[in-house]
């Protein structure tokens, strides 16, 4: 049973660039979050989706970033224009519903943005 | 102020060492995790926590739910335990998960 995968895991734009981060759930797991820590800090919440849905998109910001959660296929985070400062760690995670059920953490995709 | 904090903020220790790490959060929580994060940057989940105490080989963690205090243990510390630890707060009713700054461990051979 394969754990999270996410890819690529690493990934280098220019300015005004656009970057798509893929992530592939748990077998099973039908509830993706999306976390981005930034260099020197901790994890940040940004989105939660479920299957074709956004639950929660409370921590993206709002230009820009825009997250997807097809019925078929990865999880999608999509940076439009990248710029210096969304040079991170992105990482994803899955469970198979929230609360109490643990989220499963996927390696993350390194970007960086030159 | 943090809503999930750490202590210390780093740490360094011998091989062998009794390690404590240390989270205190201000929230009402679902369930608390322990996660580590090794040098090359991946994350993977070491404890999910919502009473009492969890133990998996040389790991321990226990968790205060009415004093908000949750601690990691490690025993018989090795270089190999060598992460950077991470507390993080499930809070109620919400889905947004709040994180510590992470907790730099160096386990000296």
């Known amino acids: 049973n394969a754990g999270v995968m996410q890819n690529p895991r690493h990934l280098v734009r220019r300015r005004g660039q656009e970057a798509r981060l893929r992530c592939s759930p748990m077998?099973?797991?039908?509830?993706v979050y999306w976390y981005r820590q930034l260099p020197e800090e901790g994890l940040k919440f940004m989105v939660y989706?479920?299957?074709?849905?956004?639950?929660?998109e409370s921590g993206m910001p709002k230009e820009r970033f825009s997250a997807e959660f097809p019925k078929e296929g990865p999880s999608i985070l999509r940076i439009q224009q990248v710029v210096r400062g969304d040079s991170a760690a992105y990482f994803c995670?899955?469970?198979?519903?929230?609360?109490?059920?643990?989220?499963?953490f996927g390696p993350g995709t390194r970007l960086t943005v030159t | 102020k943090n809503e999930v904090e750490q202590s210390p903020q780093n740490l360094t220790a011998q091989e062998g060492e009794f390690i404590t790490i240390n989270c205190s959060y201000s929230?009402?929580?679902?369930?608390l995790h322990w996660l580590q994060q090794h040098p090359g940057g991946g994350i993977v989940s070491l404890f999910m926590?919502?009473?009492g105490k969890k133990k998996h080989g040389r790991l321990i963690a226990t968790i205060n739910i009415q004093e908000k205090h949750s601690s990691l243990h490690i025993t018989a510390s090795h270089p190999r335990d060598s992460a950077v630890y991470i507390c993080?707060?499930?809070?109620?009713?919400?889905?947004?998960?709040?994180f510590g700054k992470g907790t730099r461990l160096h386990i000296l051979p």
């Open positions: 926590l919502s009473s």
């Open positions: 077998k099973g797991h039908s509830h």
């Open positions: 995670a899955s469970s198979t519903r929230q609360g109490q059920n643990e989220q499963y």
């Open positions: 993080a707060a499930d809070p109620n009713r919400d889905d947004k998960i709040i």
């Open positions: 929230v009402g929580i679902s369930a």
């Open positions: 989706l479920q299957k074709e849905n956004i639950i929660d």
